[in-house]
């Protein structure tokens, strides 16, 4: 009797593990192989971690000992290409070694059942497929940028994005760090006073709409060059309480 194997990989992205879990995937798999494959041998799901996204499908730590117990006429379950494959020519290259063993893929993202010879003859329409292995390859670059900003993070260096409120930005590309902004930190609490009356005329307190008008009338911006809108000022009096209790 053939035996049925399942495969899964963990995620880097947030988005791609919350729709794809290993749970999910595995949840899938099992769904599938009950309505398609319930008359052989369930084995096992093998399953990889996320960091082996950029490696060839044979060369992981799963994949390869899945790789090592099959035999032929054996089946695979496969949820999406991205969970299994490497790129667009892993994929090619992977499905080719398999039909050469005589192993039978079952890939549910795309419908294919490589031991329906209709099915192997359409998987073989390298168009056809085209757009699934154009995907398969963003999503790596994905995973790759993904990587690349938590190294950067574990490093003490500041990944992507604007500094926050009250910081900036120094240093070379790839080695910058987020410190202190004293100048906007200033402005923050001059804000904050504005606001509870400190150092007003009979100690008037503004409103965070008064304060948009009385910054936008003195040409006061942002480090960014811009205004100052009512989201940041009222980001800026709960900056500067808390650098006062602080």
Known sequence: MAKVYGYARDFLDAKSREQLSVQIQKE???????????TEEWVDCFVDSALSYCIQFLERKAGGALNSVLERGDHIVITHLVCAFASGSDFIRTMGYWESRGVHVHLLQININTANQINLAAMRLYPWIEQQLRELDSAHMRDSQIQRIGRTKAAGFH???PAPLGFKIIGPKGKRKVVPDHNERDVCKLIRDLHQGIGTRNGRRFSPR????????NKVVTKYGREWGLKRIKAAIALAEALTKG
């Open 28 to 38: 899938q798999i099992e769904a599938y192989r009950l309505r398609a494959l319930g």
């Open 159 to 161: 990944a992507c994005g």
């Open 210 to 217: 008064e304060i948009y008008f009385l910054l936008w009338k």
